[in-house]
């Protein structure tokens, strides 16, 4: 699956500290470390990395979408790091109150955070966040992006998002469409596509995607931004049509169905995504073994066709090209619940 044009997801030019320091790391499973001023006590004379398995902290339950991506691609980067990463989800609070452990944590490479999407909408719209993720964090890399796609019932007339549009002009009506919860990043691609067209819309929260899935499919909304893994098995069996994937290019899982801008509305490119990170200050030689080895999971074929299973793309990069995209994200997300007027309810 190629990457989307705007996040480039090659990791050539990697500041690597040797050469060969991914065959070293995936013989070894270590980088040792000199006398290093982040070292505590005794332990600067010398430490190898990782000497244990590290933490990822996954701000969300245990089953969803960035836990499921985390996990399949930190079992696979485990065989190169020589330690298998343990998986800790702690949800609730908006992801802050497991960002904020992660922000705390000693900056020794053995306490990380899938960050969410979310991290970059929280400060849209609300201002008492007790960090900054852009001075706290130390960016890895992205590991995997969650497109979405628009479906409808499948009587609907509409085949396409250009004919959906003008067919909500026409009748003079905004259009319906619900999503798992209110600022949530299907709710913003929704707005976006209102922004992008001119159209009016009017979103519906529901408490999870299923209950908006089943009023998509009575007819009660026009349409719903919903994740591949929840609406494929109703699209396979007909009880749903897709009319686009919001990420720039298909999507493996869904061949056949084109893209939101190939219908007409050129640069919309939509997903969830969870990366990885750090506490700001880790040291730059464990932030490249962190680097080199999750991005040898995301060429894996076997954890891309997991993930494919998933509806998630594996995407990976340097952790400059991370914090551009996370950036990019954040003023373009901020601008849509400006101008969309999104209130949290």
Same mark, same amino acid.
């Given at each position: 699956m190629p990457?989307?044009d705007?996040f480039p ?6 500041? *690597?500290r +040797?050469r060969?320091l991914?065959?070293?790391? @995936?013989a070894l #499973?270590t980088?040792?470390?000199g !006398?290093?001023a $982040?070292l505590?006590?005794?332990?600067r004379?010398?430490? @190898?990395w990782p000497s244990?398995?590290?933490t990822i ?8 979408g ?5 996990r399949t /691609?930190?079992?696979?980067a ?6 298998r990463?343990?998986i800790?989800?702690r949800g %609730?609070g908006?992801?802050i109150p497991?960002t904020q452990?992660?922000t705390?944590a000693?900056?020794?490479?053995y306490? *990380?955070l899938?960050?969410?999407?979310t991290?970059? /909408?929280n ?5 008492d966040?007790p960090?900054d $993720? ?7 890399g992205?590991? !995997?992006r969650?497109?979405?796609v628009?479906?409808t +019932?499948p009587?609907?007339p509409?085949?396409?998002m250009?004919e959906l @549009?003008e067919a909500? +002009?026409?009748? #003079?009506?905004?259009?319906t469409f619900?999503s798992g919860?209110?600022?949530?990043v299907?709710?913003?691609? %929704?707005?976006?596509?209102?922004? +992008?067209? %001119?159209?009016?819309?009017q979103?519906i ?13 009575s007819?009660? *909304?026009?349409?719903?931004f919903c ?11 007909g ?8 990420t720039?290019q298909?999507?493996a899982s869904?061949?056949?169905v ?5 219908q007409g509305f050129?640069?919309y490119?939509?997903s969830a $995504?969870v990366?990885l990170a750090?506490?700001?200050g880790?040291?730059?030689p464990v932030i490249?073994v ?6 040898a ?5 076997a954890?891309a066709?997991?993930?494919?299973t ?5 995407? $990976?990069?340097?952790p400059?090209?991370?914090?551009r995209?996370?950036e @990019?994200?954040?003023?373009l997300?901020?601008?849509v619940?400006?101008d ?6």
């Amino acid at each position: 699956m190629p990457p989307a044009d705007r996040f480039p997801l090659s990791p050539e030019g990697l500041p *690597l500290r +040797r050469r060969g320091l991914l065959r070293g790391a @995936a013989a070894l #499973g270590t980088v040792t470390l000199g !006398a290093a001023a $982040w070292l505590p006590g005794a332990a600067r004379a010398q430490e @190898a990395w990782p000497s244990r398995s590290p933490t990822i902290i996954v701000p969300f339950a245990a089953g969803g979408g960035v836990d499921v991506a985390t996990r399949t /691609i930190a079992e696979k980067a485990g065989d190169v790091l020589g330690k298998r990463p343990v998986i800790e989800n702690r949800g %609730g609070g908006s992801t802050i109150p497991a960002t904020q452990a992660v922000t705390r944590a000693q900056p020794d490479g053995y306490t *990380l955070l899938a960050v969410p999407t979310t991290t970059v /909408i929280n400060p849209a719209f609300r201002s008492d966040i007790p960090y900054d $993720w852009k001075t706290a964090l130390e960016p890895v890399g992205l590991v !995997a992006r969650l497109p979405f796609v628009v479906v409808t +019932r499948p009587a609907s007339p509409v085949r396409t998002m250009s004919e959906l @549009a003008e067919a909500t +002009r026409k009748s #003079g009506q905004p259009l319906t469409f619900g999503s798992g919860g209110t600022g949530t990043v299907a709710h913003l691609a %929704g707005e976006l596509f209102g922004l +992008r067209t %001119g159209i009016e819309t009017q979103h519906i929260p529901y408490r999870g995607e299923a209950p908006a899935l089943t009023d998509t499919i009575s007819g009660n *909304l026009d349409v719903m931004f919903c994740t591949l893994a929840s609406a494929a098995g109703q699209i396979a069996s007909g009880t749903l049509k897709a009319l686009a994937v919001t990420t720039a290019q298909r999507v493996a899982s869904l061949p056949e169905v084109p893209t939101v801008a190939e219908q007409g509305f050129p640069g919309y490119d939509v997903s969830a $995504w969870v990366a990885l990170a750090a506490p700001r200050g880790t040291p730059a030689p464990v932030i490249t073994v962190l680097n080199q080895a999750f991005s040898a999971a995301t060429r894996d074929e076997a954890v891309a066709s997991r993930l494919g299973t998933l509806g998630a793309v594996p995407a $990976w990069g340097s952790p400059a090209e991370l914090t551009r995209f996370m950036e @990019a994200e954040a003023q373009l997300w901020a601008k849509v619940i400006t101008d969309a007027k999104v209130r949290m309810e």
